[in-house]
């Protein structure tokens, strides 16, 4: 079965500190997407992938495509980036339904 | 240029009773989908359809139905609820089937009891 995986599960940081998280997965893929829910909010897309890199104020996202790796950046981070953090892949292959990973929820305090 | 709307936002539900949620996208995708959300579980996708007049299901169907009478309309029903429906229900749409970006209405929280 393809798997995606996230790490951490959890994450706290103070106001201001550099914040990684990671997704993993098992098999090649054609787009990677990088999602973010605010506590009891809706779902945004914050980044698509199939390559390299992509920034967007203090968000970049980057991937690897021969490691199976993708990262998301949040520099300085701010009390206001608290949310849970979703990474979904497009599996290669023609598949289009996507897997999701179990979500990284990140907590930034004042 | 509204995206994706979810209607309703809230709604309780007594059991077995039924109910329909909307999706409406103006965005002129092909790929709907609908998911639900619960703790500890992440998102489980319910059906799906990759265009106008057609459906098929996805992981957890059971106790839903799906129409895509129009390409901007994706309706998922509940014929007869149950308190494990109780659940956020999110749409989803995106053209190529998820590569390129996808587009999340703003959920719809349902409670059965």
């Known amino acids: 079965k393809n798997e995606v995986e996230q790490s951490p599960q959890n994450l706290t940081a103070q106001e201001g500190e550099f914040i990684t998280i990671n997704c993993s997965y098992s098999?090649?893929?054609?787009?990677l997407h990088w999602l973010q829910q605010h506590p009891g909010g809706g779902i945004v897309s914050l980044f698509m992938?199939?390559?390299g890199k992509k920034k967007h104020g203090r968000l970049i996202a980057t991937i690897n495509i021969q490691e199976k790796h993708s990262s998301l950046h949040i520099t300085a981070s701010h009390p206001r980036d608290s949310a849970v953090y979703i990474c979904?892949?497009?599996?290669?292959?023609?598949?289009?339904?996507?897997?999701f990973g179990r979500g990284t929820s990140l907590i930034v305090h004042p | 240029n509204a995206g994706v709307t979810q209607t309703p936002k809230f709604r309780v539900l007594k059991t077995g009773q039924s109910m329909t949620l909307l999706c409406a996208q103006d965005m002129n995708h092909e790929y709907m989908y609908w998911y639900r959300q619960d703790p500890g579980m992440g998102l489980r996708l319910i059906h799906y359809s990759v265009g106008e007049g057609t459906t098929a299901k996805g992981e957890v169907p059971d106790g839903y139905n799906v129409s895509r009478l129009k390409k901007q309309n994706f309706l998922l029903g509940l014929e007869s609820a149950a308190p494990s429906q109780t659940s956020v229900y999110f749409c989803?749409?995106?053209?190529?089937?998820?590569?390129?970006?996808?587009?999340f209405g703003q959920g719809t929280r349902l409670t059965v009891v």
């Open positions: 979904a892949v497009r599996w290669s292959g023609g598949s289009y339904i996507p897997t």
């Open positions: 989803a749409s995106s053209n190529q089937g998820w590569n390129t970006e996808a587009f």
């Open positions: 992938l199939s390559s």
């Open positions: 098999v090649g893929i054609s787009a």
